[in-house]
Structures are given as C-alpha cells and as structure tokens.
C-alpha cells in the first residue's frame, strides 16, 4: 500500500499545490485557465515525448534545444516568402528527422556518446538558426494559419487536440509495438537485447529519428503559438523537457521512461509555472523552481534504481 502511495508522491503534491492556488486565486480553476495551460503545455509535451522515446532506449539528447528554434526560423521566413505551409511543413519536418538520423549514426555506428553528439547538433542547429535569422524574430501574419492553433474544437484548444494525438500514437506504439518493445529491451538491458539478436544500432538511430521528427512538429506548432520564430527559442524547453521526462518515471510505471508520465509530468510543470503567474510570483524564480523540481524527480528516480544514463 505505501508502495502504491509512493509512487503517486509526485501526484498527490501536485493536487496538494494546485488546492493552494485555486485558494489563492480562484481563476486558477476556471475552464479558460485549464485551456491556457494545455495551449502552453502541448509543445513541452511533444517535446518530452520524444526526448522520453531516446531515453527509453538508454540514450540522451539535447538536440532540441537547437532543432526547435531552427525549424521555427525556417517556417516563419519561408512563409514569408511565400512558400505554401502543404511545402514547408513535410521539408522541415524532414529535416529535423534528418537531424536526429544523424545524432543516431554518430551515437549508434560512430560510438560517439550521445550527450556530446546531441549537445553538438544543438549549437550546431542553433548557429544555422542564427546566420539565417540574424538572430531577429520572424512574425506569422498569416491568420488562417495561425487559427490552426488559435482555434478550439468542442472547447478545447486545438493545441491540446494536437498533443492528446501525439501522446496516443506514439504511447501505443512505445507500450505495445515490437519497436517499442526493443526500446525498452535496449535501454532496460543492452547485453540481453544483443543476445536475442535485437540490432541495437538500428533500433536507437530508429528512436533518434523519432525524436527528431517531433522537435521538428514543435519547432512548426511554437511560432505558430507565439505569432512568429523567436531567435533560440529551443533552449528555453531544455530544463522543462528533461524535468517533465524525469517526473514522469515517478508515475504510472515507477522507475522507468514511460509517455504518460511524461505526458502528464509536462503539464503538472505549465501548472506550477501558471500557478505562480497567478498568484503574483515574480518571473524569476521559474527557473529556480524548474531546478528544484528536477532535482527532486531524478532524486525520487534514482530511489527506485531506474536505469541512468551515462553522460
């Protein structure tokens, strides 16, 4: 029983917190809060899923950081210049695939480790953003496509309509497809999935590229939140993402990388941030408790022994 209370530790604290703001300030409570918190959470989730689908497999990667804001770059001035979105949106969608293809060889048949390989493609994505941007923010005029995400349907906002889909696709094929059985093999037990003849340099590059392929659909979904590509604006989910991956190992499968607690990890994180905003928390102090927060889920999953990756 104080097993199965554990592990929705993080859960009960968060129903805990979130009492206390609705005491504080009962707009925190209303339908068009909730709705503000899945339009600001949807990216990060997205983002987590497929950081959570590379850590599945015993790897890491901080490529986002980098990928997000060159694919948000490239969308914006492509629009600009008049490019259709039924263009864009398959050729940056390649190319942040590409992207994560490449953290795959290098990690996978190259040996390089992945915290260096990722943390390399980031600065190397972010130095592409900044020679074609200049570093400038790039504003989306276009209206019909911004209602993509501005829109709602049956009340709810298309974001979130977005998100729900995205975390229902790749948790069913995670959990129950036999790739997703061999992510979990490779990153559960690398010399075991070897024996069986599982390849694992095919399986990780498989799930780089994953990875890859949703940074890019939220490197699309961010300027089109915020109205344009805001120069870097990739770095500022490299904190919330790890931290959303890391507070889900302490939900619904303990001790392991899993989507759902990951999906849900990543908005209990917009909540404690919206939370603040309405009980008049100065700004500042996000990245304080984004940290704090961090430390505390990889501490929790470091108590139930979950396999930690070597940087």
């Given at each position: 029983?104080?097993?199965?209370?554990?592990?929705?530790?993080?859960?009960?604290?968060?129903?805990?917190?979130?009492?206390?703001?609705?005491?504080?300030?009962?707009?925190?409570?209303?339908?068009?809060?909730?709705?503000?918190?899945?339009?600001?959470?949807?990216?990060?989730?997205?983002?987590?899923?497929?950081?959570?689908?590379?850590?599945t497999a015993g790897e890491i990667d901080f490529s986002y950081g980098g990928t997000i804001g060159l694919v948000g770059a490239l969308f914006a001035g492509m629009l600009k210049k008049g490019y259709p979105p039924g263009v864009t949106f398959p050729v940056l969608l390649i190319l942040s695939t590409f992207f994560g293809f490449l953290n795959g060889i290098l990690t996978s048949y190259v040996k390089l480790l992945s915290f260096m390989t990722t943390v390399a493609t980031?600065?190397?994505?972010?130095?592409?953003?900044?020679?074609?941007?200049?570093?400038?923010?790039?504003?989306?005029?276009?209206?019909?496509?911004?209602?993509?995400?501005?829109?709602?349907?049956?009340?709810?906002?298309?974001?979130?309509?977005?998100?729900?889909?995205?975390?229902?696709?790749?948790?069913?094929?995670?959990?129950?497809?036999?790739?997703?059985?061999?992510?979990?093999?490779?990153?559960?037990?690398?010399?075991?999935?070897?024996?069986?003849?599982?390849?694992?340099?095919?399986?990780?590059?498989?799930?780089?590229?994953?990875?890859?392929?949703?940074?890019?659909?939220?490197?699309?979904?961010?300027?089109?939140?915020?109205?344009?590509?805001?120069?870097?604006?990739?770095?500022?989910?490299?904190?919330?993402?790890?931290?959303?991956?890391?507070?889900?190992?302490?939900?619904?499968?303990?001790?392991?990388?899993?989507?759902?607690?990951?999906?849900?990890?990543?908005?209990?994180?917009?909540?404690?941030?919206?939370?603040?905003?309405?009980?008049?928390?100065?700004?500042?102090?996000?990245?304080?408790?984004?940290?704090?927060?961090?430390?505390?889920?990889?501490?929790?999953?470091?108590?139930?022994?979950?396999?930690?990756?070597?940087?």
């Amino acid at each position: 029983m104080l097993r199965k209370m554990a592990a929705y530790s993080i859960l009960l604290a968060t129903l805990i917190i979130a009492i206390m703001f609705a005491i504080a300030n009962p707009k925190f409570v209303s339908w068009e809060n909730f709705c503000t918190i899945f339009k600001h959470g949807a990216i990060l989730s997205i983002i987590s899923i497929g950081l959570t689908i590379v850590m599945t497999a015993g790897e890491i990667d901080f490529s986002y950081g980098g990928t997000i804001g060159l694919v948000g770059a490239l969308f914006a001035g492509m629009l600009k210049k008049g490019y259709p979105p039924g263009v864009t949106f398959p050729v940056l969608l390649i190319l942040s695939t590409f992207f994560g293809f490449l953290n795959g060889i290098l990690t996978s048949y190259v040996k390089l480790l992945s915290f260096m390989t990722t943390v390399a493609t980031m600065f190397i994505a972010m130095g592409l953003e900044r020679a074609y941007s200049s570093g400038l923010t790039c504003w989306i005029t276009n209206e019909k496509l911004l209602s993509i995400v501005r829109g709602n349907i049956l009340g709810f906002p298309n974001l979130g309509w977005i998100a729900l889909i995205v975390f229902l696709i790749f948790f069913a094929m995670v959990q129950f497809s036999r790739v997703g059985y061999y992510f979990r093999a490779i990153g559960g037990n690398k010399k075991a999935a070897i024996e069986v003849g599982i390849n694992i340099s095919r399986y990780k590059t498989i799930a780089f590229m994953l990875a890859g392929f949703l940074y890019g659909l939220a490197g699309l979904l961010e300027p089109l939140r915020v109205s344009g590509a805001i120069a870097y604006s990739g770095q500022n989910y490299l904190l919330p993402a790890l931290t959303s991956v890391f507070l889900g190992t302490t939900m619904f499968f303990p001790g392991q990388y899993n989507i759902p607690g990951t999906f849900v990890g990543a908005f209990i994180m917009v909540m404690l941030m919206n939370g603040l905003t309405l009980s008049g928390v100065p700004f500042y102090f996000t990245p304080l408790l984004q940290g704090i927060l961090l430390v505390v889920a990889v501490v929790i999953a470091s108590d139930r022994r979950i396999k930690q990756i070597k940087f």
